[in-house]
């Protein structure tokens, strides 16, 4: 058994996945901040010993997360992802199954019940009058208000 236990898992991961976990490694290590320039694509396949089609791959994923950007002038840069823009549009109920529909209901759960706690410690008169303010203005309007 011992002989087991010393064999490592082989990395089933395709070569381009491996190169984006490298890249994103490179941006934190470098402490890159938004706006700063990364190294272009020849340079990366040069650096990591890959082709280009393959840097060009990875660097197409971390675009379409959001994390870079290519800007005249400047190259590539880093940018601060669209992280809402980024759920909408794989979050739609009709294309999600069932289990990650209710993965997404218990985070929303969670997120609501931490959530609360802060709102009751930071919460001040002034939120309290706008909040009657919004239910009065409601109720005239005779709108049914459902909780």
Same mark, same amino acid.
């Given at each position: 058994m011992?002989?087991?236990?010393?064999?490592?898992?082989i990395d089933t991961s395709s070569l381009v996945d491996r190169v984006e976990t490298k890249l994103v490694?490179?941006?934190?290590?470098?402490?890159?901040?938004?706006?700063?320039?990364i190294p272009t694509e020849l340079e990366l396949c040069s650096s990591l010993g890959v082709s280009?089609?393959?840097?060009?791959?990875?660097?197409?994923r971390?675009?379409?997360?959001?994390?870079i950007d290519t800007k005249k002038k400047k190259g590539t840069v880093i940018t601060s992802p669209d992280i809402f823009g980024?759920?909408?549009?794989?979050?739609?109920?009709?294309?999600? @199954?069932?289990?990650? #529909? =209710?993965e997404i209901? +218990?985070?929303?759960l969670t997120l609501e019940i931490g959530m609360a706690d802060f709102l009751f410690r930071n919460i001040?008169?002034? @939120?309290?009058?706008? #909040? =009657?303010?919004?239910? +009065?203005?409601?109720?005239?309007?005779?709108?049914?208000?459902?909780?």
């Open positions: 011992d002989l087991l236990n010393s064999i490592r898992k490694e490179l941006l934190q290590a470098k402490q890159l901040k938004i706006g700063d320039s280009r089609t393959v840097v060009r791959e990875a660097l197409l971390l675009r379409m997360m959001g994390l980024i759920l909408s549009k794989s979050m739609n109920p009709y294309i999600l @199954d069932e289990e990650t #529909l =209710k209901f +218990e985070i929303r001040t008169p002034k @939120d309290i009058k706008e #909040l =009657k303010a919004i239910v +009065e203005n409601e109720l005239s309007n005779g709108q049914r208000l459902s909780f």
